[in-house]
């Protein structure tokens, strides 16, 4: 009923950019939060950024003032978020992980769905 579909990953030098998009579709009532976690080789998925429907951002303090999220405003994408990564790490390499905190039309409960996710590859 709901899918995420990401794009934007690849690899890229030490101190480039990258910009991940992802885009949530299906019977979508109301979005409360969407965002970005990732995994490394060998470790925990761990939080990167989220934005919530009001707007409000957080990001994981090994990215902060690197890494922007930010919302699709637009009538027609508003389940659309993307991560802008500037001054990229060989540590920022991992699967990227889109999420959407969402109540599906119909349902009463939220749930939190998962994109396929996109590999980011910081290497020279």
């Known amino acids: 009923q709901v899918q995420l579909v990401e794009s934007g990953g690849g690899l890229v030098q030490p101190g480039g950019s990258l910009r991940l998009s992802c885009a949530a579709s299906g019977s979508i009532f109301s979005t409360y939060a969407m965002g970005w976690y990732r995994q490394a080789p060998g470790k925990q998925r761990e939080v990167v950024a989220t934005?919530?429907?009001?707007?409000?951002?957080?990001?994981?303090d090994s990215v902060k003032g690197r890494f922007t999220i930010s919302r699709d405003n637009a009538k027609n994408a508003k389940n659309t978020v993307y991560l802008q990564m500037n001054s990229l790490k060989p540590e920022d390499t991992a699967v990227y992980y889109c999420?959407?905190?969402?109540?599906?039309?119909?349902?009463?409960?939220?749930?939190?769905?998962w994109g396929q996710g996109t590999q980011v590859t910081v290497s020279s």
């Open positions: 934005i919530t429907s009001g707007g409000s951002t957080n990001y994981a």
């Open positions: 999420y959407a905190d969402l109540r599906i039309s119909g349902g009463s409960s939220r749930y939190v769905y």
